[in-house]
């Protein structure tokens, strides 16, 4: 693993414009690209071989993450209903255009994305960025949506100025945002997770894969963002089924204690708490999660 700057590789240029990976793990789901608002986004499409027994899913990745994330997931939730999973703009093999990222865009980009699909109404489901747009979004628009899973939602917390004021700093050194992004991947998976060394290197082998201006603004522009807008104010407004998740050893920013208190705001919800896991529930308990996000989809 290293922390070079991809910048200064001879095909640094051709490799931020890749539009599907190169080195870094790819999905075994076939790739579509689909245009939203004169952004170009990959995703996958994913439906049960017989007939659809229940609403789509739209699955949100999470902050500078991509569609990789669900891989062992879509599987699980494919069996009974469409599975939808997109790269949001500036993130996986998505365009990345240098301009300001922030969380409507995202939102506006994920409903423009169902509708360029024909998907009216649907379930919805992330983790961490992607827990938080989902609350978001049924909040937003809540008749288009059905039911609504988020385990780690970020947003779990009060606006943190100290963060924003921390991120602003840092990012004018742009020599700091390998080892920052370093720091923050120490919290993603727990330290005896067998797999967590293979995600750790998909993980990076993706970053040097798509670094660049646009993801450069990206990372900095969501996590600012997300830091300053707390899910606590428009909980009691979401009146969706909620299936709420977290791992006990999740503290970072507060989540494990934050996801407990969001559970106590939304007018319908059910927390499950994993035992022994960290922050990317997708990987270290996919099987577990896909099960239970399956049952309560499916409304048992």
Known sequence: MTSTDPASAPLARLERLLTRPKT???TSFAQRDVTVQGLRLRYIDVAP???EEDEPVLLIHGHS???EEYEDLVPLLA??????VPDLPGSGYSDKPVRQYTLQLFEDTLLGFLDAVGVRRAHVGGGSLGGNLSLRLGHREPERFARIAAWAPAGSWEPMPRFLWLGRVMRKLRFLFWPSLWIQSRFWYRRDWEGRQAALDGAWAYY????????YNMYWDIGADQVMQSLFHVAPEIAHPTWLAVGDQDHALGMFEGVQRLATLLPDARLRIFEGARHSLANEVAPELGAEVDRFLLGT
């Not at 069996?79 to 939808?84: F, I, N």
């Open 24 to 26: 870094a793990p790819a």
């Open 49 to 51: 071989a017989g007939a």
């Open 65 to 67: 993450s991509r569609l």
């Open 208 to 215: 040097r894969e798509v670094f660049g201006d646009g993801f």
């Open 79 to 84: 069996a009974r209903r469409r599975v939808l």
